[in-house]
T-cell receptor, first 113, second 119 residues
Framework: NAGVTQTPKFRILKIGQSMTLQCTQD?????MYWYRQDPGMGLKLIYY???????DKGEVPNGYNVSRSTTEDFPLRLELAAPSQTSVYFC????????????FGDGTRLSIL | AQTVTQSQPEMSVQEAETVTLSCTYD???????LFWYKQPPSRQMILVIR??????QNATENRFSVNFQKAAKSFSLKISDSQLGDTAMYFC????????????????FGKGTLLTVNP
């Protein structure tokens, strides 16, 4: 059981480029989340999903998009990368019933130059 | 809006001793959940302990326990018999509870406390 798998682990982008951060889970949890962690800060919620086909904005959604076509996958899209999006991105999942994230991926370190 | 404050950016403790990490929060909600997460150098986020605000009994998980003071909006974490593997960043987090139970999915995190356990 891999739990939550995030790819890539590291990436450097140029300003204005686009990319997709992948998140896949094999625990069949309905709830999935994307967070970003800036240096010296706690995590902030970008987007979340309560099930396939359902997504909603978190605290800092601007500049990002998500989709949830399957239970397993919850990709995060950056359309026009900006230096302010330099951060570590975490995907998380939680089991049915709305309980809070208990399983996190290892994170993706993204630098925008 | 909720805020979570961790007033100790860094702390250190000797191996086998006890340490307490502080967390205060501000909310107008009456029912909510509180959490402590650990982030070791590996960067992985690990749930340490969870407290439901409508339960008066303080949560415990082996060497980890909390002191939950609802009136004071305080939620401290006590680590007993500290081990070298406890060295990590510790985050306090808050989530409101829905009327139907569960949470509304939106965790608010503090900025973290870096704990170093010295041999």
């Amino acid at each position: 059981n891999a739990g939550v798998t995030q790819t890539p682990k590291f990436r450097i982008l140029k300003i204005g480029q686009s990319m997709t951060l992948q998140c896949t889970q094999d625990m069949n949890h309905n709830y999935m989340y994307w967070y970003r962690q800036d240096p010296g800060m706690g995590l902030k919620l970008i987007y979340y999903s309560v099930g396939a086909g359902i997504t909603d904005k978190g605290e800092v959604p601007n500049g990002y998009n998500v989709s949830r076509s399957t239970t397993e996958d919850f990709p995060l899209r950056l359309e026009l990368a900006a230096p302010s999006q330099t951060s570590v991105y975490f995907c998380a999942i939680s089991r049915n019933g709305g309980r809070q994230p208990q399983h996190f991926g290892d994170g993706t370190r993204l630098s925008i130059l | 809006a909720q805020t979570v404050t961790q007033s100790q950016p860094e702390m250190s403790v000797q191996e086998a001793e006890t340490v307490t990490l502080s967390c205060t929060y501000d909310t107008s909600e009456s029912n909510y959940y509180l959490f402590w997460y650990k982030q070791p150098p590996s960067r992985q986020m690990i749930l340490v302990i969870r407290q439901e605000a409508y339960k008066q009994q303080n949560a415990t998980e082996n060497r980890f326990s909390v002191n939950f003071q609802k009136a004071a909006k305080s939620f401290s974490l006590k680590i007993s018999d500290s081990q070298l593997g406890d060295t990590a960043m510790y985050f306090c987090a808050f989530a409101p509870r829905k009327r139907s139970g569960g949470s509304n999915y939106k965790l608010t995190f503090g900025k973290g406390t870096l704990l170093t356990v010295n041999p």
